[in-house]
């Protein structure tokens, strides 16, 4: 089934495969291939099968076949994947808060960033990834002040040993994320008005950095942090 769900990946969108396709996504006894399956499915861009969709979101057993569905119904729909998305997100599952976060995320409006605050500790392995890179994609959306705000509270993730190795490195990538982007914004000739405030915060994201490069005891992410 591993090997089913990593062709399904590479298929090609064609008409004469998308009966099979929803078929696996509502049948298939395996998550995986149900979840592939979805994908291929939200690449049709098709708003016949949102319920499809649907009912991975309300009926499937697997929150990552769950997950996949809401970020297919969000594909299809954007109104609806944001309502859905309102609606799960207090659940208690990495995958569906990384799903909700990715459609926050897309809407670059700053009213979602208490959601990221609230439930980055809830969210482990590699969806703390995505989770924190969507709060950061979405931070830097929003004004100077708040961009600095949110880099310290990531900051505060990224020296507290007792976090997990994972929300530590994604919450250190995120504000190496931000770096990247001010210094973009400090070296770009139609933002002259806003260049030396841009550096002094700029050069405030760098010195977190090399702070929390001083604190990390883990040898793993010290590795990384110097390479």
């Given at each position: 089934?591993?090997?089913?769900?990593?062709?399904?990946?590479?298929?090609?969108?064609?008409?004469?495969?998308?009966?099979?396709?929803?078929?696996?996504?509502?049948?298939?006894?395996?998550?995986?291939?149900?979840?592939?399956?979805l994908a291929k499915l939200a690449e049709?861009?098709?708003?016949?099968?949102?319920?499809?969709?649907?009912?991975?979101i309300k009926n499937d057993k697997?929150?990552?076949?769950?997950a996949a569905g809401l970020a297919m119904l969000n594909n299809l729909d954007k109104a609806k994947g944001l309502a859905?998305?309102?609606?799960?997100e207090n659940e208690d599952n990495s995958a569906i808060l990384a799903?909700?976060?990715?459609?926050?995320?897309?809407?670059m409006d700053a009213q979602y960033l208490p959601f990221f605050e609230k439930n980055w500790e809830r969210v482990e392995g590699f969806s703390a990834m995505s989770f924190i890179e969507s709060y950061s994609?979405?931070?830097?959306?929003?004004?100077?002040?708040v961009i600095m705000n949110s880099a310290q509270k990531l900051k505060n993730i990224a020296i507290n040993m007792s976090q997990s190795p994972w929300r530590r490195f994604a919450a250190?990538?995120?504000i190496n994320d931000l770096h990247g982007t001010l210094y973009q914004y400090a070296n770009?000739?139609?933002?002259?008005?806003?260049?030396?405030?841009?550096?002094?915060?700029?050069?405030?994201?760098?010195q977190m950095i090399e702070q929390i490069k001083a604190i990390e005891i883990n040898g793993q992410l010290k590795g990384f942090y110097t390479n």
């Open positions: 089934y591993a090997v089913r769900g990593l062709a399904l990946q590479n298929l090609d969108i064609e008409d004469s495969i998308i009966a099979t396709l929803e078929s696996l996504a509502n049948n298939d006894p395996h998550s995986q291939v149900r979840g592939a399956a049709t861009s098709d708003t016949k099968y949102l319920a499809v969709a649907e009912n991975a697997s929150y990552e076949v769950a859905y998305a309102a609606d799960l799903a909700v976060g990715d459609i926050y995320m897309e809407s994609r979405l931070v830097v959306a929003q004004d100077m002040p250190t990538k995120a770009d000739k139609t933002q002259v008005d806003r260049v030396e405030e841009v550096k002094a915060n700029d050069d405030k994201l760098i």
